[in-house]
């Protein structure tokens, strides 16, 4: 599927298709935690939130791709067939 990326999207952002509603996904670094973005299809950021990672061993800089489950909540992200969970660090509706 090739999805072009709203403007308003950094251009590292991953497309993720869902039955239900896809969204864009976009992970940066602020020291040791992660804020992760989410968007809507057409570029409406639903979400930015501080995530930190439940397992040990992921590198921002390596390639990754986002999977089910992500959302507001928490995000799976797969880097050499190995899934990195995170977690929102105060999570509200």
């Known amino acids: 599927m090739n999805i072009k990326t709203p ?10 298709a869902g ?24 570029g409406n950021l639903e979400c930015s939130r501080l995530f930190r990672l439940n397992n040990t061993g992921f590198d921002i800089n390596r390639p990754y791709n986002f999977t ?5 909540k928490q995000c799976t992200i797969i880097q050499d067939k190995k899934k990195y969970k995170f977690s929102a660090v105060i999570y509200e509706n």
């Not at 403007?7 to 993720?16: E, M, P, R, V």
């Not at 039955?19 to 057409?42: L, M, N, T, V």
């Open 7 to 16: 403007k308003n999207i950094n251009k590292k952002a991953q497309f993720l």
């Open 68 to 72: 089910y489950l992500s959302n507001c």
């Open 19 to 42: 039955i239900g509603a896809s969204a864009w996904f976009y992970i940066y670094q602020e020291k040791s935690r992660y804020i992760i973005e989410r968007y809507s299809e057409d």
